[in-house]
């Protein structure tokens, strides 16, 4: 059995590790209930034509970004059951976009979620935005195998103990 002893100091300000270096939830119970938003993004490259047929709404299973869209969705609304130590919250209203990008060849992806809770949604942000790209993938593999996820971030929260949070630019 490993001695965590050293890292009680250490892990004081990490919420999520108790004094014997175990991972816990977090009690969220003496918090404020206040309204939260997240936003993150995400980026799915590919080939011409998969971007072209994807546009067009030529791709084999059908809308691609229509059915990625719900399944970001869905995703949020799961998070706590995907995230072992996050805390079930009361989603009130998530969107998932597409923007297409012609110089890059691909998508930029983002979902906002908002709550009224005493807790913040960046973790259902950010697994909307993932689940939102692994659908389009998997809508458009047969065009193109060899797309690629990537720069999923959070770029935005609001509410809560720790204020507000904006990512710089990059």
Do not use: W
Not at 157 to 167: E, L, M, P, Q
């Amino acid at each position: 059995m490993q001695d965590f002893s050293e890292n009680k100091i250490q892990n004081a300000s990490l919420s999520h590790i108790n004094d014997a270096g175990e991972a816990q939830m977090v009690d969220v119970s003496d918090k404020k209930i206040t309204k939260r938003e997240a936003i993150a993004t995400g980026k799915v490259l590919m080939s011409q034509t998969c971007f072209e047929a994807i546009q067009a709404g030529d791709a084999p299973k059908g809308d691609v970004l229509g059915t990625a869209r719900i399944a970001g969705i869905m995703a949020a609304k799961q998070t706590s059951n995907l995230i072992p130590m996050c805390h079930p919250l009361p989603i009130k209203k998530v969107t998932v976009t597409f923007t297409p990008d012609a110089i890059n060849i691909g998508y930029l992806v983002e979902a906002t979620v908002t709550t009224k809770s005493e807790t913040g949604v960046e973790m259902e942000a950010l697994t909307a935005v993932s689940v939102a790209a692994l659908t389009l993938y998997d809508m458009a593999k047969a065009l193109d195998k060899a797309m690629t996820i990537t720069d999923i971030q959070l770029l935005k929260k609001t509410g809560g103990k720790s204020g507000d949070y904006f990512r710089n630019s990059l």
